[in-house]
């Protein structure tokens, strides 16, 4: 004997209708317009965040490679460019030499490119879009920016006469906008 597991039913007129009505849906589409609002609220600021986590490996990378550049290179115009045998305000020098003052920092004549810089205070003042000024870099530092300030700070570091160091703050702005320094010092020794 068969069994039937789908009855029919038999029952017929208005009343029993299936499907959803228009108020149904209506609603139904109002309630996941706000669910997914409030998912995307969620979601996207953690993508950003993720996103600003290698910007700032990057901007890492960037500053470590440009400080080691700067702390590369001769401590003061008036100092010796090579060995460090003539060091400006040196006292014990039998010609002494003045060390440049902190107004004067910056480029001298000439040294219009980053190329030419050959001591720590020409980079002060020295701003740029990374790859701009060719640094040839891989393009996804395109959207970095560089500032970099320079001062005598040998005090900070305890030397007791502020000339004897400078202090070089590199600012490195990711493509999402975020700031960050970075600090490094070359002494006159």
Known sequence: MPVNLF????HSGAGKHAGFT????IIGIVVLAISFSVIMRVIIPTQEHSADQIH???AAELAQSLLSEITGRAFDQNSDMVGG???????????????????NFGAEVGEDERSL??????????SAKVNASGDDLDSSFDTFTLAVAVSYQGNELG???????KRI??????????????TGYKANF
């Open 22 to 25: 228009l108020i149904e849906v």
């Open 56 to 58: 700032q490996v990057k």
């Open 7 to 10: 009855p029919v039913s038999r």
């Open 159 to 165: 030397l007791g006469n502020d000339r004897l160091a």
């Open 169 to 182: 703050m590199l600012t490195v702005t990711t493509p999402l906008g975020t700031p960050m320094t970075f």
């Open 117 to 126: 810089f050959n001591d720590v205070d020409d980079y002060h003042g020295y």
């Open 85 to 103: 045998l003539v060091r400006c305000d040196d006292a014990t020098a039998t010609v002494p030499v003045a060390c440049t003052n902190e107004e």
